[in-house]
């Protein structure tokens, strides 16, 4: 069974970093695209950023240059790396696979973690 | 970036009702397009992909058509569990981008 877990969300000030872990089992994460996507209180749901199984990274607008997602295959766990907080980054981050072919979009999703960015 | 607009809002409809969602997009995505289900509190879940493809154990009163920049989406008989929100979303690139959802209430 697919199963996403994200961690290492929390309260950070303006300015402030952090690291957002996504642990998977039931799959190997270096074989799936695997994806962040956002969402803040009450609004919709923002992709933000994505690495290809060759390694390949991809980032939203919003956050190109801030932050940084990569793969920690050991550990079967996908990473994003967030720096130069803003208060508009504050949301619950999801961590998704993507399935193939066809099917290449987000086919399973973590329960989320919270991000919020306040002084 | 694609922009995806979706509508109604948010409608309001009764048990067995028929509904429709629709989606478009601001330039052609053929069919490269996923609906999503979400409730309260939850994760979204998959219903359809490529347009029109059923997500294995989504119950078959979902549907979705459509191609180019034009979707739909359609409950045959909308049942208690299926009052939440629907977003549709592209994945012709990377850059994937959602509609802005439909929230879908008990009348």
């Known amino acids: 069974e697919v199963q996403l877990v994200e961690s290492g969300g929390g309260l950070v000030q303006p300015g402030g970093s952090l690291r957002l872990s996504c642990t998977a089992s039931g799959f190997t994460v270096s074989s799936n695209y695997m994806s962040w996507v956002r969402q803040a209180p009450g609004e919709g749901l923002q992709w933000i950023s994505v690495i290809y199984t060759g390694g390949a990274t991809y980032y939203a607008d919003s956050v190109k240059g801030r932050f940084t997602i990569s793969r920690d295959n050991s550990k079967n766990t996908v990473l994003l790396q967030m720096n130069s907080l803003r208060t508009e980054d504050t949301a619950l981050y999801y961590c998704?696979?993507?399935?193939?072919?066809?099917?290449?979009?987000?086919?399973?999703w973590g329960q989320g973690t919270l991000v919020t960015v306040s002084s | 970036d694609i922009q995806m607009t979706q509508s109604p809002s948010t409608l309001s409809a009764s048990v067995g009702d028929r509904i429709t969602i629709t989606c478009r997009a601001s330039q052609t995505i053929s069919t490269w397009l996923a609906w999503y289900q979400q409730k309260p509190g939850k994760a979204p879940k998959l219903l359809i992909y490529?347009?029109?493809t059923l997500q294995n154990g989504v119950p078959s009163r979902f549907s979705g058509s459509g191609s180019g920049t034009e979707f739909t989406l359609t409950i045959s008989s909308l049942q208690p569990d299926d009052f939440a929100t629907y977003y549709c979303?592209?994945?012709?690139?990377?850059?994937?981008?959602f509609g802005q959802g439909t929230k879908v209430g008990i009348k």
């Open positions: 998704a696979r993507s399935g193939f072919a066809a099917a290449a979009t987000a086919v399973d």
């Open positions: 490529k347009a029109s």
């Open positions: 979303q592209h994945y012709l690139t990377y850059s994937w981008t």
